[in-house]
Protein backbone atom coordinates (compact mmCIF):
# COMPACT_ATOMS: atom_id res chain seq x y z
CA UNK A 1 0.00 0.00 0.00
CA UNK A 2 0.97 3.66 -0.61
CA UNK A 3 1.12 5.95 2.17
CA UNK A 4 0.67 10.01 1.65
CA UNK A 5 1.62 12.84 3.64
CA UNK A 6 0.73 16.48 2.45
CA UNK A 7 2.54 19.81 3.63
CA UNK A 8 3.01 23.32 2.40
CA UNK A 9 -0.05 24.71 4.08
CA UNK A 10 -0.52 27.50 5.63
CA UNK A 11 -1.62 31.27 6.04
CA UNK A 12 -1.77 33.71 3.06
CA UNK A 13 -3.06 36.37 2.27
CA UNK A 14 -5.78 36.80 -0.56
CA UNK A 15 -4.14 36.98 -4.09
CA UNK A 16 -1.14 35.31 -2.76
CA UNK A 17 0.30 31.32 -3.44
CA UNK A 18 1.15 28.44 -1.69
CA UNK A 19 2.70 24.86 -3.18
CA UNK A 20 1.62 22.11 -1.80
CA UNK A 21 3.25 18.53 -1.52
CA UNK A 22 2.24 15.06 -1.53
CA UNK A 23 4.77 12.81 -0.27
CA UNK A 24 4.55 8.56 -0.85
CA UNK A 25 5.97 6.06 0.66
CA UNK A 26 5.40 2.42 0.36
CA UNK A 27 5.35 2.26 -3.54
CA UNK A 28 6.17 4.19 -6.80
CA UNK A 29 3.40 7.01 -7.23
CA UNK A 30 3.57 6.11 -10.95
CA UNK A 31 1.49 3.46 -10.54
CA UNK A 32 -1.28 5.79 -8.98
CA UNK A 33 -3.39 8.70 -10.42
CA UNK A 34 -3.28 10.85 -7.92
CA UNK A 35 -5.80 13.87 -7.29
CA UNK A 36 -6.12 17.14 -4.68
CA UNK A 37 -9.37 17.51 -2.87
CA UNK A 38 -10.41 19.97 -0.43
CA UNK A 39 -13.06 20.15 2.43
CA UNK A 40 -14.16 23.68 4.14
CA UNK A 41 -15.99 23.73 7.59
CA UNK A 42 -19.45 22.63 7.01
CA UNK A 43 -18.80 21.61 3.58
CA UNK A 44 -18.49 18.43 1.30
CA UNK A 45 -15.57 17.33 0.29
CA UNK A 46 -14.44 18.89 -3.41
CA UNK A 47 -12.34 17.59 -5.92
CA UNK A 48 -9.71 19.76 -6.84
CA UNK A 49 -7.37 18.74 -9.36
CA UNK A 50 -6.09 15.38 -10.79
CA UNK A 51 -3.30 13.47 -12.63
CA UNK A 52 -3.22 10.61 -14.26
CA UNK A 53 -1.18 7.89 -15.12
CA UNK A 54 0.34 8.97 -18.30
CA UNK A 55 0.01 12.49 -17.38
CA UNK A 56 -3.37 14.15 -18.38
CA UNK A 57 -4.68 17.15 -15.59
CA UNK A 58 -7.92 18.08 -14.89
CA UNK A 59 -9.36 20.81 -13.29
CA UNK A 60 -11.92 21.85 -10.98
CA UNK A 61 -13.33 25.28 -12.84
CA UNK A 62 -13.30 26.97 -9.56
CA UNK A 63 -8.90 26.51 -9.41
CA UNK A 64 -8.42 26.62 -13.40
CA UNK A 65 -6.55 28.97 -14.53
CA UNK A 66 -5.57 29.30 -11.01
CA UNK A 67 -3.86 25.82 -9.64
CA UNK A 68 -1.59 23.68 -11.41
CA UNK A 69 -1.29 20.08 -10.46
CA UNK A 70 2.42 18.19 -11.29
CA UNK A 71 4.21 15.22 -10.12
CA UNK A 72 7.26 13.79 -9.90
CA UNK A 73 7.94 10.32 -10.39
CA UNK A 74 11.49 10.51 -9.05
CA UNK A 75 10.81 11.95 -5.98
CA UNK A 76 7.70 10.29 -5.57
CA UNK A 77 5.87 13.68 -5.37
CA UNK A 78 2.84 15.13 -6.63
CA UNK A 79 2.45 18.93 -6.22
CA UNK A 80 -0.25 21.40 -6.23
CA UNK A 81 0.86 25.34 -7.28
CA UNK A 82 -1.94 27.46 -6.16
CA UNK A 83 -1.85 31.12 -7.26
CA UNK A 84 -4.26 34.09 -7.22
CA UNK A 85 -5.27 32.14 -3.76
CA UNK A 86 -9.28 33.81 -2.56
CA UNK A 87 -10.71 33.56 0.63
CA UNK A 88 -13.09 30.81 -0.78
CA UNK A 89 -9.92 28.07 -1.65
CA UNK A 90 -10.03 27.93 2.72
CA UNK A 91 -9.81 24.57 3.55
CA UNK A 92 -8.27 21.48 4.86
CA UNK A 93 -6.28 20.08 1.56
CA UNK A 94 -6.17 16.33 1.33
CA UNK A 95 -3.53 14.04 -1.69
CA UNK A 96 -5.51 10.80 -2.59
CA UNK A 97 -3.92 8.07 -4.86
CA UNK A 98 -6.08 5.50 -6.60
CA UNK A 99 -4.96 2.76 -8.80
CA UNK A 100 -5.75 2.41 -12.43
CA UNK A 101 -8.16 -0.33 -12.09
CA UNK A 102 -10.05 1.51 -8.79
CA UNK A 103 -13.25 3.14 -9.16
CA UNK A 104 -12.46 5.61 -5.94
CA UNK A 105 -9.68 7.10 -4.39
CA UNK A 106 -9.21 4.84 -1.61
CA UNK A 107 -5.42 6.23 -0.32
CA UNK A 108 -5.83 9.34 1.45
CA UNK A 109 -3.53 12.04 3.50
CA UNK A 110 -3.91 13.46 6.69
CA UNK A 111 -4.58 16.34 5.03
CA UNK A 112 -2.93 20.27 5.11
CA UNK A 113 -4.90 23.64 6.25
CA UNK A 114 -4.63 26.29 3.89
CA UNK A 115 -6.01 29.73 5.05
CA UNK A 116 -6.54 32.70 2.77
CA UNK A 117 -6.97 36.44 4.87
CA UNK A 118 -9.44 38.67 2.76
Not at 41 to 48: L, N, Q, T
Not at 85 to 103: G, H, I, M, N, Q
Amino acid sequence: QVQLGESGGGLVQAGGSLRLSCAASGRALSSYHMGWFRQAPGKERDDVARIYIGGTTYYADSVKGRFTISRDNAKNTVYLQMNSLKPEDTAVYYCAAKLSYSSDFNYWGQGTQVTVSS
